[in-house]
């Protein structure tokens, strides 16, 4: 028996999996947080252990709801990931008062690729599936050709995109004064993803006065998750817990 609900985000998706596993809290006095996780990839599959389900067993550790997102990969469609984001914290605060949530309180946390879906839903305002809070760890939040992951951008722009796509599908250009608090994490030594992504989205929010944390670890490369040979691992979790205590 599993220790989380599985939970289809739609009825039909063609045979494209779609779904969340809720791992709720027990024995809480008080309503939840709770943080939908979007595991890395590359857009070739999500990763759904290190920064996916062992994440959200972390979570569910200090009284948080971890929900894990097994999203959708572009192939050819560019919303999907973003749609199925927003659909999963539309069905979480709908079902808030059943699975003991806040409502007022709900986040994304996205590593790697995921996180920039998690960006895009940050910064492109829409009531009904507005994030509280929001966690980025060594995400892409750029399309451009000096900071974006360029095996990602070409799965969901293709080879050659257009000025206009690179440019609306850059999220750290489209930071506004709606857009969410966040917690950024990186590595100075990710050759995979530049860091500059994670300076340059916390650089974003402190122009509009949003509350921002920052923390470039001077070692750790790129995919840590929750991987204990990371060498920060432990600070890494301390800090999230105490952001999110905050």
């Given at each position: 028996m599993s220790d989380y609900i599985k939970v289809p985000l739609y009825e039909d998706v063609e045979g494209r999996v779609a779904e969340m596993y809720v791992y709720l809290c027990d024995n809480v006095l008080h309503s939840s947080k709770a943080v939908i996780i979007l595991g890395g990839g590359g857009f070739n599959h999500v990763n759904l252990e290190h920064e996916g389900h062992q994440f959200a067993k972390w979570?569910?550790?200090?009284?948080?709801?971890?929900?894990v997102l097994n999203y959708r990969?572009?192939?050819?469609?560019?919303?999907?990931t973003?749609?199925?984001?927003?659909?999963?914290?539309?069905?979480?605060?709908?079902?808030?008062?059943?699975?003991?949530?806040?409502?007022?309180?709900?986040?994304?946390?996205?590593?790697?690729?995921?996180?920039?879906?998690?960006?895009?839903?940050a910064t492109r305002e829409e009531s009904d599936s507005?994030?509280?809070?929001?966690?980025?760890?060594?995400?892409?939040?750029?399309?451009?050709?000096?900071?974006?992951?360029?095996?990602?951008?070409?799965?969901?722009?293709?080879?050659?995109?257009?000025?206009?796509?690179?440019?609306?599908?850059?999220?750290?250009?489209?930071?506004?004064?709606?857009?969410?608090?966040a917690l950024i994490m990186a590595s100075n030594d990710d050759k995979v993803v530049?860091?500059?992504?994670?300076?340059?989205?916390?650089?974003?929010?402190?122009?509009?006065?949003?509350?921002?944390?920052?923390?470039i670890f001077s070692s750790g490369g790129h995919g840590w998750g929750m991987k204990p040979d990371f060498p920060?691992?432990?600070?890494?979790?301390?800090?999230?817990?105490a952001w999110l205590n905050e």
């Open positions: 979570l569910n550790s200090i009284g948080v709801v971890g929900i990969l572009p192939n050819g469609e560019k919303e999907v973003e749609i199925d984001l927003r659909e999963a914290v539309k069905t979480v605060r709908a079902r808030s008062g059943e699975w003991n949530i806040d409502k007022s309180n709900i986040g994304a946390a996205g590593f790697s690729i995921g996180g920039h879906a998690v960006s895009l839903v507005k994030l509280d809070f929001t966690m980025y760890f060594y995400a892409v939040v750029s399309m451009s050709d000096d900071l974006t992951h360029m095996p990602s951008r070409e799965k969901l722009l293709g080879n050659n995109p257009n000025q206009e796509d690179v440019e609306y599908y850059s999220s750290v250009d489209h930071i506004s004064r709606f857009t969410p608090k530049s860091p500059l992504n994670s300076v340059f989205y916390y650089e974003g929010l402190k122009k509009y006065g949003i509350s921002a944390s920052l923390h920060y691992h432990s600070q890494m979790l301390d800090l999230v817990k």
